[in-house]
């Protein structure tokens, strides 16, 4: 049952409302009903690449596919446009709010202005956004990551499994939260064999240059890198990581995915040889806590973090090749063990 203190819809759903959430990007419910729509569960607003990135928005659309099954509510995801300003992402998260939705989710580190102002005009309903980007309110939850813990781990599976002593990381967008897998990722690359070369690469300065979302972009950095004989690459850059993982696959090198388990992803099945692990979040469980906080009626707020004690970062296993190396193993657990104690505090930026 969910809490009856949950927000509702004071009037009947317009025609003008539908149309403003229309106009900020689709949705995956809708409904010919006139009725006021009060009572609804989860909502959120993809970031830049939207739903079928195979990384940080399908993991948050995962998160919500498991509170919709386990509570058995209306829920809404919502894709970006275009040339999207501040003002359309608070516009879209008040629609959600506007119509029942709660939590309302914004993924992604861009929505903090949005989420900040929707708060404001919506104080009865919980907000969250994912990743670095507080957004200091009774009402919000910071839904964050220590991705420069997996990120070291990617750098301990990196420096174990090349063979050229050079490896290669491409950054989606020149931004202080990317900066955060980089510096993991060179300081396990640095820690495990000081010999081993890192060349780094950010595909844009901003996200409004494609640096999320051009898997071309990805693919060409990669190729570069390559080039210069780095035969293990590590993309933190969003739907650009299918470009990268594509060209190690073309190559014959080793991909190393991010945010989910890219092994297991459909869209990546025939590159899937190629991806030696994945350095993760639980952007999904994130989300679900959210929504499962709100549905005990006792809504989770300000910053929530995630690392590898709580066990929200981690590397996947998935690739056998990766799970059955014992010594590549021992070397990543005895980081692991590190981290979590503290003996090794790895660097964020």
């Known amino acids: 049952m969910r809490r009856i203190s949950r927000m509702t819809v004071a009037g009947a759903a317009t025609a003008s409302l539908a149309l403003a959430l229309s106009a900020c990007g689709g949705t ?53 446009t275009d040339g999207e300003t501040d003002a359309d992402k608070e516009q879209r998260l008040v629609s959600l709010a506007k119509q029942g939705y709660n939590p309302v989710v914004g993924v992604g580190y861009a929505y903090a202005a949005a989420v900040k102002g929707a708060a404001e005009k919506y104080p009865d309903t919980t907000f969250g956004i994912v990743d670095d980007a507080t957004v200091e309110a009774d009402n919000v939850a910071d839904l964050v990551f220590s991705e420069e813990q997996a990120s070291y781990l990617a750098g301990v599976a990196a420096a174990e499994s090349t063979t050229t002593n050079v490896v290669g990381f ?71 990581g299918q470009g990268v993982i594509e060209a190690a696959a073309a190559n014959k090198v080793w991909a190393i995915g991010v945010d989910s388990d890219q092994y297991k992803h459909e869209a990546l099945a025939k590159y899937k040889d190629s991806i030696l692990t994945s350095a993760m979040k639980d952007v999904a469980k994130a989300v679900y806590n959210l929504a499962k906080s709100v549905e005990d009626g006792e809504p989770a707020t300000g910053i929530v973090k995630g690392d590898l004690k709580t066990g929200e970062v981690s590397l996947s296993n998935s690739n056998p090749k990766f799970a059955d190396d014992a010594e590549l193993q021992e070397a990543i657990e005895t980081a692991k063990e590190k981290i979590v104690s503290g003996e090794i505090k790895v660097k964020s930026s």
């Open 28 to 80: 995956s419910t809708s409904s010919s009903s006139s009725e006021p729509k009060g009572d609804k569960g989860l909502a959120i607003a993809y970031d830049v690449g939207g739903k079928g990135d195979q990384s940080f928005n399908d993991a948050a659309y995962a998160g919500l596919e498991q509170a919709k099954t386990e509570f058995g509510y209306e829920t809404a995801d919502v894709e970006p």
């Open 170 to 240: 491409v950054g989606g967008v020149d931004i202080p939260l990317i900066h955060k897998f980089r510096a993991g990722f060179e300081q396990g690359v640095k820690d495990t064999d000081p010999k081993v070369k890192v060349i780094s690469q950010f595909l844009t300065q901003t996200a409004e240059e494609g640096g999320f979302s051009s898997p071309d972009k990805g693919k060409s950095a990669a190729e570069g890198q390559i080039e210069k004989k780095a035969d293990v690459v590590y993309a933190a850059a969003g739907l650009s």
